[in-house]
């Protein structure tokens, strides 16, 4: 079938962790699959993506190393992030290709970069195309988590009952916390 010349292509959407942490270990030492109940194994996902007629029938799904990330990420990381991508693109329904995911054994066999890619390439079925590029990192420890007010460079807060944050950690380990910090300094602040 070719492709409809007239048709508007689709919006392809990718999500996922940004950083990919090494998965938790059990009481003995051993790594916990990634899959387990304490941590979810890392998902790529292209399901929210657009089919611009409305009808949510691709016919084709396919999954690729982002442009340039294997020239900047060591060979086995390389070899590991490939063979997830081929199992994924050889499931016969394209329905069944839109999430990517990694194994415990890939996940953690990544060498730690912040050059990681993958790109989703998603064909309506009309015949028209869209794709998406999602980068993320590798750390094989979680760093402490940056807190930071989203807006204008300069804002003003009427503090009359006090100022609270709060934040989300995410997935921890069985028996370790997410500390944040204890105190925050706020620039021009009343002591």
Same mark, same amino acid.
């Given at each position: 079938?070719? *492709?409809?010349? +007239?048709?508007?292509?689709? @919006?392809?959407?990718?999500?996922?962790?940004?950083?990919?942490?090494?998965?938790?270990? +059990?009481?003995?030492?051993?790594?916990?699959?990634?899959?387990? @109940?304490?941590?979810?194994? *890392?998902? !790529?996902?292209?399901?929210?993506?657009?089919?611009?007629?409305?009808?949510?029938?691709?016919?084709?799904?396919?999954?690729?190393?982002?442009?340039?990330? @294997?020239?900047?990420? *060591?060979?086995?990381?390389?070899?590991?992030?490939?063979?997830?991508?081929?199992?994924? #693109?050889?499931?016969?329904?394209?329905?069944?290709?839109?999430?990517?995911?990694?194994?415990?054994?890939?996940?953690?066999?990544?060498?730690?970069?912040?050059?990681?890619?993958?790109?989703?390439?998603?064909?309506?079925?009309?015949?028209?195309?869209?794709?998406?590029? !999602?980068?993320?990192?590798?750390?094989?420890?979680?760093?402490?988590?940056?807190?930071?007010?989203?807006? +204008?460079?300069? +804002?003003? !807060?009427?503090?009359?009952?006090?100022?609270?944050?709060?934040?989300?950690?995410? @997935?921890?380990?069985?028996?370790?916390?997410?500390?944040?910090?204890?105190?925050? #300094?706020? *620039?021009?602040?009343?002591?």
């Amino acid at each position: 079938m070719s *492709p409809c010349a +007239q048709c508007a292509a689709p @919006a392809a959407v990718v999500s996922g962790p940004a950083t990919i942490t090494q998965p938790c270990e +059990q009481s003995g030492g051993g790594s916990l699959a990634l899959g387990s @109940a304490l941590t979810e194994p *890392p998902t !790529f996902d292209a399901s929210a993506s657009v089919e611009p007629s409305g009808r949510a029938a691709w016919s084709d799904v396919r999954w690729a190393l982002a442009a340039g990330a @294997a020239a900047l990420v *060591p060979a086995d990381s390389v070899t590991l992030l490939q063979a997830a991508i081929d199992r994924t #693109n050889a499931l016969a329904a394209p329905r069944d290709r839109l999430r990517l995911t990694l194994t415990a054994a890939e996940a953690s066999g990544l060498a730690d970069s912040s050059s990681y890619g993958v790109t989703v390439t998603v064909t309506s079925w009309l015949g028209t195309s869209g794709s998406a590029t !999602f980068a993320f990192a590798k750390a094989s420890t979680d760093s402490k988590p940056t807190v930071s007010v989203v807006g +204008q460079k300069t +804002q003003t !807060f009427k503090i009359t009952s006090g100022l609270s944050l709060s934040a989300d950690a995410g @997935a921890v380990c069985k028996g370790a916390c997410a500390a944040l910090p204890r105190r925050i #300094n706020l *620039p021009g602040a009343c002591s």
